[in-house]
């Protein structure tokens, strides 16, 4: 096998699942909208068409899907920022940053658990 034709072979297969995976998202979308969105709001059905356009609009207004999937490194410039910070700290400042995050997270769940369940009454 030729080195052009492993190519051409390589590159054909990338279009194929990628036509292959925007037809799959299309039509998860399609149904999604139509088998929830429709009952719940009162919205109009969508074709498959739609549901590609809905996808590209939602990728133009959002910038989704930036650098593949999602970042496979553990969170990016702010996570090698706070992997720094933590291994400068002392254990004192370990411990005291641990028990503000502790208290945070207790007081995000009682302001939660305050709020008024939906039907309740």
Known sequence: M????????????????????????????MSLWNCVLVVVLGVKIITFWQALGILLLSKILFGGFKKGWGNRHGGGRWSAEMKEKWQNMTPDEKEKFKQDW????????????DEPTAGAE
Request: proline letters at 0%; glycine letters at 8%; one cysteine or more.
């Open 2 to 29: 030729s080195n052009r034709s492993f190519w051409a072979k390589k590159i054909t297969g990338f279009i194929v699942c990628g036509l292959a995976l925007a037809a799959l998202l299309g039509w998860v979308v």
């Open 102 to 113: 502790r208290n945070k997270c207790r007081s995000w769940k009682s302001a939660c658990n």
